[in-house]
T-cell receptor, first 109, second 114 residues
C-alpha cells in the first residue's frame, strides 16, 4: 500500500466550476498535511496546510481533513485557467514529506 | 526575502561520473531536505538535515549522500552516476522541519545522465 494515494485524474473542469481533489494516507500517526501546486516545468508551491480535523479556507481553496478516515481533500472554487496544474498531496512524518502521485487539473475556458 | 536557491539549474553528466548539487535555504531556515522527482516515481524523499545532522534518510543507494554546513547551506552528491539518476532534484527548506511547518521548494536542478 502506498503511503499517500490521490485520485489519479486527470481532472477537467469548466471555468467557474468546483474542482475536487482527494487524498488518502496510510500512517495513522500523521499530523501535518499539505497541498502543493506544480505547474509544468516548475517546482512545487505550497498552497494549503492543515493540521486538525475539519475545514480550512484560504481564498478560493478549502482543505478538509478527516483523521479517522485518513482522508484529506482540496476544493478549488470558481476555478480559473490559471489553476491548471498538478496538485500534490503531501503528508509529513519524521522530518520528511511523503507525496502522492499528483492529480492534473485542467480548467477549460 | 530570498527563496530557496539551488545551483546549478541544469547539468549534463556522463555515466560513472559524480555530481554535487548545492542548496541555500531561506534565511533563518535550519532544515533542508532533498527530493528526487521523476515521471515514473514522482517525488521521493532523499534526506533531511537540521543543524548539520541528518535526521532522516530515504530509500536510496549509498551513492546518494548529503551534508549541511553551519550556515544551513546544503549539498548533495551522487557518485557513479547511472542513467536512472536523470531527474529533477529539489531542495526544500523549513524553519525547523517539524510537523508544524510546510516546506518551501527551490527551483530544482535538472540532471541528465548520458
Amino acid at each position: 500500500q502506498k503511503e499517500v494515494e490521490q485520485n489519479s485524474g486527470p481532472l477537467s473542469v469548466p471555468e467557474g466550476a468546483i474542482a475536487s481533489l482527494n487524498c488518502t494516507y496510510s500512517d495513522r500517526v500523521s499530523q501535518s498535511f499539505f497541498w502543493y501546486r506544480q505547474y509544468s516545468g516548475k517546482s512545487p508551491e505550497l498552497i494549503m496546510s492543515i493540521y486538525s480535523n475539519g475545514d480550512k479556507e484560504d481564498g478560493r481553496f478549502t482543505a478538509q481533513l478527516n483523521k479517522a478516515s485518513q482522508y484529506v481533500s482540496l476544493l478549488i472554487r470558481d476555478s480559473q485557467p490559471s489553476d491548471s496544474a498538478t496538485y500534490l498531496c503531501a503528508v509529513s512524518n519524521d522530518y520528511k514529506l511523503s507525496f502522492g502521485a499528483g492529480t492534473t487539473v485542467t480548467v477549460r475556458a | 526575502k530570498a527563496g530557496v536557491t539551488q545551483t546549478p539549474r541544469y547539468l549534463i553528466k556522463t555515466r560513472g561520473q559524480q555530481v554535487t548539487l548545492s542548496c541555500s535555504p531561506i534565511s533563518g531556515h535550519r532544515s533542508v531536505s532533498w527530493y528526487q522527482q521523476t515521471p515514473g516515481q514522482g517525488l521521493q524523499f532523499l534526506f533531511e538535515y537540521f543543524s548539520e545532522t541528518q535526521r532522516n534518510k530515504g530509500n536510496f543507494p549509498g551513492r546518494f549522500s548529503g551534508r549541511q554546513f553551519s550556515n544551513s547551506r546544503s549539498e548533495m552528491n551522487v557518485s557513479t552516476l547511472e542513467l536512472g539518476d536523470s531527474a529533477l532534484y529539489l531542495c526544500a527548506s523549513s524553519p525547523t522541519g517539524g510537523a508544524d511547518y510546510g516546506y518551501t521548494f527551490g527551483s530544482g536542478t535538472r540532471l541528465t545522465v548520458v
